[in-house]
Each structure stands twice: as C-alpha cells, then as structure tokens.
C-alpha cells in the first residue's frame, strides 16, 4: 500500500488519498462542479460536513450520495457534475 486508492471519476481512473473524503478528492483532482442544480448552475461543497447537500454525487450507480461524507474506497466509481 502506498497510502492511495484507485477510483473511477467520470469514466476516468484516478489515483487518490486513501481514506479522504470523495468531496476532498474530487476537489484535489480539480472537479469544482459537484452537481447542477435544476437551472443547470454549478454546485459543489460548502459545509463539508453532511449538512447542506450541495456535493451531492453520483457513488457506484447511486445517485444522491453526499461527496463529503463517504470515504473512498479501491475501484469506486464516482460520476461528478451530472
Ligand atoms: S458539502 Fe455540505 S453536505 Fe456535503
């Protein structure tokens, strides 16, 4: 083990921080848009704790998930921004 994990981010592997927040390595791979609001605009994290619901993502085929409250895991698939 060399401290990282290997998600899918958008169809793209990615090598991450093992035991960082899906937000925190979305945000470090430089995904700012989390999710789009019903209008189309870009959100992403504020609170980073559980509460406002603005980095909501898409975890393997689950929409919904809070980006900031999953750990990541080895081959997660992540889908950001849709
Ligand atoms: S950043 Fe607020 S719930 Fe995730």
Sequence with gaps: MDGTVE???????ERVVAGCTV??????LG???LR?????????AL????VCFECRVRI???PGRRACMEPVRE????????
């Excluded at 789009?36 to 992403?44: A, D, I, L, N």
């Design 36 to 44: 789009r609001s019903v209008q189309g605009e870009g959100r992403s």
């Design 23 to 28: 937000a925190a390595a979305l945000l470090n």
């Design 60 to 62: 393997d085929g689950v």
């Design 75 to 82: 081959g997660m698939d992540v889908v950001a921004g849709d």
């Design 7 to 13: 998600i899918r981010v958008n169809g793209s592997w």
């Design 47 to 50: 609170c980073g704790m559980g």
């Design 31 to 33: 995904h700012m848009v």
